[in-house]
């Protein structure tokens, strides 16, 4: 490996060095020629001398962009020399126009000196912008390897909080299941106690598919069944379904639509599942009675659903985790029924989100596009 750095090192060199050879080598002749045809010119001939005097610029410019400054000093040393000698007479004129010639060889070595000088500095920021590129490379990719690095500890942590939630959740009913069981087995219990306890055995039963139901259903969702839908009809489903399943004797359903909203294209079924759980929380969020009012208006890109309740508010502490699966404050729930909406408005490119919290009620907001996959 060494070896292989040291001639690539060498190449590196040498590479450069044989082609600033082969330019000082092109430029030396165009100069030569340039001084060969100075020095045929006859007397008469004095405005191509003028004109050949100038083309000495072009060698000596293109050596300082080619080789450096010293490649454009010793150019133009060479041209200040053809120069003098392609002029025989430059010193038998007077002493004014040998000034004027001397001064143009010095000119010659001014130019040559300034481009080679401005292309070094042209080269040093290059060589400083390649570096600050190779640098920003190098951290971007750095960058990637800890994004993903994050991301799989992310996935693991979020894999254990739900084997955690997952345990957490089984082993109360569980534990119930065992309990009434080993009561059942005692020959000294009754017809009555039997039953009972057989009850509690199916109770149970039953609290353990509906979890590991939401549990399957918030792991490996099902995609959207997309189709139009009207809002107010999805709004009147979920009324009937909350009326028939929770105690609404206290409570009153209100529905607002404001006029003229276009057809959704969602998955009504999901829709309604989705909303269903929030009535429901805000339901069970106001155990004295109230108003749960839905609400349905337009936004920018689409349409915003609003469910207000008149409950005490979520506390700020856990306002933050309402989302996460197995997150409950309540003693029989699963804390996977706002994990499971969240996700579905998700896959219906939407956003669920607390638009109001406070000890007068809480406002929780689904916002979709009209068309499935629109921002």
């Known amino acids: 490996m060494p070896h292989t750095l040291k001639g690539d090192a060498q190449r590196d060199v040498l590479v450069p060095l044989t082609r600033h050879r082969m330019w000082a080598g092109w430029l030396a002749a165009i100069v030569l020629i340039l001084g060969a045809l100075q020095y045929l010119a006859v007397p008469s001939q004095m405005h191509w001398i003028y004109v050949i005097q100038r083309l000495y610029y072009i060698p000596t410019v293109l050596a300082g962009l080619i080789m450096s400054w010293r490649g454009g000093l010793g150019i133009a040393l060479l041209a200040g020399v053809v120069f003098a000698i392609g002029t025989p007479s430059i010193w038998t004129v007077s002493r004014v126009d040998v000034l004027d010639q001397i001064l143009e060889i010095c000119m010659f070595c001014l130019v040559g000196v300034l481009s080679g000088v401005l292309t070094d500095r042209h080269r040093k920021q290059e060589a400083i912008l390649q570096r600050t590129s190779d640098q920003l490379r190098q951290a971007h990719r750095e960058l990637e390897e800890n994004f993903e690095r994050m991301k799989r500890a992310e996935r693991i942590y979020a894999l254990a909080q739900l084997s955690a939630g997952l345990a957490h959740e089984i082993r109360t009913p569980l534990a119930s299941l065992e309990g009434a069981a080993a009561l059942v087995q005692r020959e000294t219990q009754s017809t009555e106690q039997r039953r009972e306890f057989l009850a509690i055995i199916q109770k149970e039963s039953q609290r ?168």
Request: aromatic fraction near 2%; proline fraction near 6%; hydrophobic fraction near 40%.
């Open 208 to 375: 353990l598919n509906r979890l590991l139901s939401s549990f399957l259903e918030f792991a490996k969702p099902r995609q959207p069944d997309l189709k139009m839908a009207k809002i107010g009809e999805v709004l009147d489903s979920v009324i009937v379904l909350v009326r028939n399943a929770c105690d609404t004797g206290r409570l009153e359903l209100r529905r607002h639509i404001q006029p003229g909203l276009p057809m959704l294209e969602c998955d009504p079924e999901q829709l309604k599942q989705v909303l269903l759980n929030l009535v429901t929380n805000a339901c069970q969020a106001m155990p004295q009675g109230g108003i749960v009012l839905l609400e349905a208006g337009p936004n920018e890109t689409g349409i915003n659903i609003d469910v207000h309740d008149q409950g005490g508010g979520i506390d700020q502490e856990n306002l933050e985790r309402i989302f996460d699966p197995f997150f409950t404050t309540k003693e029989s729930g699963t804390g996977l029924g706002l994990s499971v909406a969240h996700q579905i408005v998700s896959q219906h490119a939407g956003t669920l989100t607390i638009v109001r919290n406070s000890p007068q009620g809480v406002t929780v907001r689904v916002s979709l596009p009209l068309r499935h996959g629109q921002t």
